[in-house]
């Protein structure tokens, strides 16, 4: 009887898609290789948001992931890919050379050029040199990066296995049903539910298509779908029970669902955050009328709306979805009644 009820109840479909899952995420840590020599694999990211100086407000970060020597390029909005690559060859190429692979690409501009693998480097063998103080540069050069990768690899090591005490290895397999987290891919600058709290945390199941490598799979999504089908393992929970399939996803992930765009501005004010003024609007949408009125930052808007004009006068004072409804001051010596607004 208990083993009958307990599966029962780990069967139940409103369960699985809403209950927080206690155990250890699956997917053990997966730390890439070490490089073999400086500059041979490079890492790039963007920071962003950043106050104008001299016309710029993002910096390009390109890091050696051998040495950890890194470029910082400053950037203006907007710069598109072209820019980027030609930005790369003026600062890194020309110093450094082309790298064997770039951790955005995941693969090497010359393979990206010429689709195949970049001819391998000549390396410095001991002897082929005549000059007695070249070799030997060379050489405590060779010992210095024999030395680094050794206690990259150990640090890599200890890191890896204290991350991986709270994780267990990968359970999914292909053909397997899951049920899928997508929490982090729902729009939070947009309008959504009154309590989006209460929504589930999983939805599907959806059967499992082909593995990605060690901790990724491909997911069978409905056609109208607008997200990428491949998901890491923690993302993902085995169902249990009766299979049915989940014909939709979420309206804010289907390419048929409804779109929200910036109608007009309502009203603006400054918003204390981490001790800063955060300006915000109060933007009226398109799709959700005066009552779904939303207060957002306006460099969100700048960024996901870049055409939206945020110039437009305040039509009139209005409140949004997080508004105070009654204000009460404290009461004043000489009178009786407190002022209220």
């Not at 890492?43 to 992931?65: C, E, N, T, W, Y």
């Not at 040495?67 to 450094?96: D, M, N, Q, R, W």
Request: glycine share 6%; net charge positive; aromatic share 8%.
């Amino acid at each position: 009887m208990k083993k009958a009820v307990t599966d029962f109840v780990a069967s139940c479909l409103v369960c699985q898609q809403h209950k927080y899952l206690a155990s250890s995420p699956q997917g053990l840590l997966q730390p890439l290789p070490i490089p073999q020599a400086i500059w041979e694999e490079v890492s790039m990211d963007f920071i962003v948001r950043l106050p104008k100086s001299q016309g710029h407000d993002a910096i390009l970060v390109v890091v050696d992931r051998l040495s950890k020597y890194g470029h910082f390029v400053p950037l203006k909005h907007p710069y598109t890919a072209k820019t980027i690559a030609e930005i790369f060859v003026k600062e890194v190429v020309k110093l450094h050379g082309v790298p064997v692979s770039v951790g955005a690409a995941k693969c090497s501009p010359f393979e990206i050029v010429y689709g195949r693998p970049p001819p391998a480097l000549t390396r410095f063998i001991p002897g082929e040199t005549a000059v007695e103080a070249v070799a030997q540069e060379l050489q405590t050069r060779d010992e210095a990066l024999t030395q680094l990768r050794f206690h990259l690899t150990r640090a890599q090591d200890m890191m890896t296995k204290y991350a991986n005490r709270k994780r267990k290895p990968a359970e999914v397999k292909v053909d397997d049903w899951v049920y899928l987290k997508i929490r982090p891919h729902k729009q939070t600058s947009m309008p959504t539910r009154l309590h989006p709290k209460l929504s589930a945390r999983y939805f599907g199941p959806f059967k499992v298509l082909q593995q990605i490598g060690k901790v990724a799979f491909k997911l069978q999504l409905p056609d109208t779908s607008r997200i990428h089908p491949v998901f890491h393992v923690s993302q993902l929970k085995i169902a249990v029970g009766t299979k049915q399939v989940e014909k939709d996803l979420p309206d804010e992930l289907q390419a048929a669902g409804p779109m929200f765009w910036p109608l007009k501005i309502l009203d603006r004010r400054q918003q204390q955050r981490n001790k800063e003024l955060i300006p915000q609007i109060l933007v009226e949408w398109q799709e959700g009328g005066k009552e779904g009125a939303t207060w957002e930052d306006v460099l969100t808007i700048q960024e996901q709306f870049p055409d939206f004009n945020l110039g437009d006068k305040v039509e009139h004072q209005a409140v949004g979805n997080d508004r105070v409804w009654r204000v009460y001051e404290r009461k004043k010596k000489g009178n009786k009644e407190g002022k209220r607004c």
